[in-house]
């Protein structure tokens, strides 16, 4: 019997204006942790899509067990051995998890039965859940555990993970990569998906790797440097952010004693928050999913109201303004979810440019837009941040996660806010240009702005924050010198601790 589970032939997908996959070839061997690399717009989501059924290829051929395999649908897939946990988790939060699981099955058993197997096989890959929890309850990582355990409960051969650590802890991840080992040892095979590549080289142990559609390498992980993948994924050398050495000017936005619920019946409530930010610094926010980021950034944008006198811009009281007229002084922002919060899918770049740009960059007189002015804009951010795209006509939804994550910094960046705050600035985009965005908004810091990035990754964080501050259950930590932190001060605020506490550490 061969030792490979699924060859891919000469794989092809055209779209219109652009190649997504071309004659990509890749071979995955039983029980096997594969990892797909490449730069966004590279064509990995459009590879997994074509294996796990949701996309025809336009040439080429699959094999699995040996056989033609040419899944016209997910259900196709699944009957097939193929489970697929993406990145963005498709859940009803009023539901229980058992709810949950069973609505992913084809046949679901009694629930009676499924709980007991969901008990069970969660216990047994180290992710215990309680059938009966309401999923809005769950913590992020709780909830990819619902999204795994609905894939193994109907025991894949080939389990398709996509960026499946971009909401989880450093506790969450380990906990994850000893259950993928487990399935791993037991002859699952892994396609994995991810663009933090320490994780990589400490996970998986072979990798392909996409440039524009095509296969340009294969590596193997552990004995490859990250930043060597990271060229490999890009064609060129990798360009290291450089801070800004200039010191703070005055404090531009203070918020005081904030406290407001949340607008969403699932979301954190945010309780007394006070901090600061003066003209060329950079507050870093961290914090577990769900501690109310979202809420934070939509105070400070103008979306969530609250009570006077909490958020003042340059000694101004601005917390009855709403998102227009923040845009109009200098406060801009850039929410996480970047489908449907930062950008309408339907709607082409240029009409995505207008929404937030309309204002600052004058694209409308009188109310009559500028068509012409708007797609001019549209086409800088798109050249200033390398969106792949064939061009600013296009629909939000047809770009990739990463290369619509470029277009909304690119967005913001390009208006010179005097205020940005921004959630999650690079999830989802690769190694180039995660370092492009970061350097981007230090750049704005060297012009005098104020930022507030809130973010889960640590790493990026600590590389751009002038200081820190964590999120814990809608309270945040006193902000403090991101200089000279280590892992285990961060941990203990992140976990909600106290300045008193951090004294002692």
């Not at 296969?215 to 193997?220: P, S």
């Amino acid at each position: 019997m061969t030792s490979t589970l699924l060859e891919l032939s000469n794989l092809t997908k055209v779209y219109p204006g652009v190649v997504a996959n071309d004659a990509v070839c890749v071979s995955i061997s039983f029980g096997e942790i594969h990892a797909i690399l490449g730069e966004n717009g590279a064509g990995k989501s459009t590879l997994v899509k074509m294996i796990y059924g949701l996309i025809k290829p336009d040439a080429g051929t699959m094999q699995m067990f040996g056989d033609e395999f040419a899944p016209s649908d997910p259900r196709t897939a699944r009957a097939a051995g193929v489970g697929m946990v993406f990145q963005h988790f498709s859940l009803f939060n009023a539901l229980t998890v058992a709810e949950n699981i069973a609505l992913g099955m084809e046949n679901p058993p009694p629930m009676r039965t499924l709980t007991t197997r969901i008990r069970e096989v969660s216990k047994s890959y180290g992710l215990p859940l309680s059938p009966d929890r309401i999923v809005g309850d769950l913590s992020a990582g709780e909830q990819q555990r619902v999204e795994i355990i609905r894939c193994l409960l109907q025991e894949p051969k080939l389990l398709i993970m996509d960026e499946p650590t971009s909401v989880l802890t450093p506790q969450e991840v380990k906990i994850l990569f000893k259950t993928l080992r487990k399935i791993s040892a037991e002859g699952t095979a892994i396609l994995y998906i991810s663009h933090k590549l320490e994780e990589i080289r400490s996970l998986c142990s072979a990798a392909t790797i996409l440039r524009r559609g095509k296969v340009v390498g294969t590596c193997v992980p552990k004995i490859t440097s990250a930043r060597d993948m990271a060229e490999l994924m890009v064609g060129d050398k990798l360009a290291i952010p450089k801070g800004n050495t200039s010191p703070t000017g005055t404090v531009i936005l203070s918020v005081t004693s904030l406290s407001v619920r949340s607008s969403s019946p699932f979301g954190m409530e945010l309780k007394d928050i006070t901090f600061e930010v003066r003209a060329g610094e950079v507050l870093g926010i961290g914090g577990v999913a769900g501690n109310g980021q979202d809420e934070l950034l939509a105070v400070l944008s103008g979306e969530l109201m609250c009570r006077s006198s909490m958020v003042n811009f340059k000694n101004v009281d601005v917390t009855k303004l709403g998102p227009e007229a923040r845009r109009q002084i200098g406060i801009l922002a850039a929410p996480e979810e970047r489908l449907g919060h930062a950008s309408v899918p339907g709607m082409s770049l240029t009409e995505n440019a207008m929404l937030t740009g309309a204002t600052r960059e004058k694209l409308s007189n009188r109310g009559i837009l500028n068509w012409h002015k708007t797609r001019a804009f549209a086409e800088r951010i798109i050249k200033d941040f390398d969106v792949r795209t064939p061009g600013p006509e296009n629909a939000a939804r047809s770009l990739s996660g990463g290369n619509l994550q470029k277009f909304v910094i690119g967005r913001e960046v390009l208006q010179k806010p005097e205020v940005l705050v921004v959630n999650q600035p690079t999830w989802g985009v690769d190694a180039a240009a995660a370092a492009d965005i970061r350097q981007a908004l230090l750049d704005l810091t060297a012009s005098g702005s104020a930022l507030v990035v809130i973010s889960q990754d640590l790493d990026e964080l600590m590389e751009i924050s002038d200081n820190f501050a964590a999120l814990n259950e809608g309270r945040l930590s006193t902000p403090v010198a991101t200089q000279g932190l280590d892992v285990e001060k961060i941990g203990l605020m992140l976990g909600g601790a106290h300045s008193t506490e951090m004294a002692n550490v």
